[in-house]
Structure formats: structure tokens, C-alpha cells
């Protein structure tokens, strides 16, 4: 079974702050993928970034960066310098075959709705 | 532009009342999906497709039918309809690549289904 948990329910931050999202995953699976995808408030599903199980490189993309390890089954996100704009819900979600089955379904954790206030 | 279209964006409908849900994508995916989206449950899989004539059920199949009749279309359609299918749907796709493992999967806006 697939699991993804992202702890934190809400967070409030002010403008300019850093903000890390936790994701923890589970899998029996050695070869699966992570995600992040951004759901703003008019609630379209915006991927963000994909990784898989064999790439520990973290990544940047501007005020983005992922920090993924295998040891701590972890996937976190910050957003450095938030901006109001980043104000959405954050999902998690792992995708990997199931065994004995071929579903590449997306798991998604329960979501992180991050709030930026001016 | 690559994209996954829905309609309708949103719907109010009666108990008993069949209804159909399409989803078109432009992007040559093998692999279409249909999510689910509820309150304190988050996304939950309804069925997907493999290929065209190549469907199977998700976490959440029951009171759902789909078909793949085409590979670019992927429709769910509910018989009948009651209200505990009230919520926000989405169909995504995503290319399988080689030795089958899955690509990105992008979704399309969602359907807003409201079942009195």
C-alpha cells in the first residue's frame, strides 16, 4: 500500500518569509515518482515539479526548491521569499506500480493550504 | 496548446438523473484518469485507462461507468446519480513511457457535480 502524509494542515506566513511543506511517503516499491502539485483557490491542479526514486538531487526553480531523501522517505518543498500569489493548497502525491498490478494512480497526501499575508 | 478539457465545469443535477461527464486531451497520452476531490478525504482514484478499450477501477469506483472508446476522450458518467457523489472531479492523462512507468499526469480544471 501507498501512503502520503503531509502533517502540517495550514500555515500562515507573512510576505517574504521562507516556508518549508513536509511530505512523508511510504511505498514497497523501488521505483516510483514523487509530486507536487499547487491547487490556488480557482482550483485547477498546477503541476509544480515530478522526481524519481532513483534522483536524490534536490532542485531549484526560482523562489521553489524540493529537497527529496530516500532515508527519511521525504519530499519536502519551501518556497523562499513567499509572495501572496503563492497562496494555495499543496499536494504531495506518489505514484508507483502497484504490486502484481499496473495502476499508475496518484496517491495524494491530504494537502498543505498555505496562506501569504501581505 | 496541450491541455486536458472537461465539461461541463459545473453541474447541478437530481438524484436518479444520468449524467455524463467528458474529458478530451490533445496529447497523444496512452493513460487517462478520473479523480475524485472531497473535504477531508482529498483526491481518491475512480478508474482509469491504460489505453483505448482499456479501463479499470480505481479506489472508488461504485455509482461510476467510463469507456475509452477513442484515446483522446475519456468520459465518466454516472447512471445514477445521489447526492454523496456530490463533489469536485478531475480527468487527468499522462504518457506511459518506456517499460510502462508513468509520466507526469496533468489534470484538466475540474467539475464542480452537485447532486440534489
Known amino acids: ?118 | 496548446e496541450a491541455q486536458v478539457t472537461q465539461n461541463p465545469r459545473y453541474l447541478i443535477t437530481v438524484t436518479g438523473k444520468k449524467l455524463t461527464v467528458t474529458c478530451s486531451q490533445n496529447m497523444n497520452h496512452e493513460y487517462m484518469s478520473w479523480y475524485r476531490q472531497d473535504p477531508g478525504l482529498g483526491l481518491r482514484q475512480i478508474y482509469y485507462s491504460m489505453n483505448v478499450e482499456v479501463t479499470d477501477k480505481g479506489d472508488v469506483p461504485e455509482g461510476y461507468k467510463v469507456s475509452r472508446k477513442e484515446k483522446r476522450n475519456f468520459p465518466l458518467i454516472l447512471e445514477s446519480p445521489s447526492p454523496n457523489q456530490t463533489s469536485l472531479y478531475f480527468c487527468a492523462s499522462s504518457l506511459l513511457l518506456p517499460g510502462i512507468s508513468p509520466d507526469t499526469q496533468y489534470f484538466g480544471p475540474g467539475t464542480r457535480l452537485t447532486v440534489l
Open chain 1, 1 to 118: 500500500a501507498q501512503k502520503v502524509t503531509q502533517a502540517q494542515t495550514e500555515i500562515s506566513v507573512v510576505e517574504k518569509e521562507d516556508v518549508t511543506l513536509d511530505c512523508v511517503y511510504e511505498t514497497r516499491d523501488t521505483t516510483y515518482y514523487l509530486f507536487w502539485y499547487k491547487q490556488p483557490p480557482s482550483g485547477e491542479l498546477v503541476f509544480l515539479i515530478r522526481r524519481n526514486s532513483f534522483d536524490e538531487q534536490n532542485e531549484i526553480s526560482g523562489r521553489y526548491s524540493w529537497n527529496f531523501q530516500k532515508s527519511t522517505s521525504s519530499f519536502n518543498f519551501t518556497i523562499t521569499a513567499s509572495q501572496v500569489v503563492d497562496s494555495a493548497v499543496y499536494f504531495c502525491a506518489l505514484s508507483a506500480a502497484n504490486s502484481g498490478g499496473s495502476n499508475y494512480k496518484l496517491t495524494f497526501g491530504k494537502g498543505t493550504l498555505l496562506t501569504v499575508n501581505p
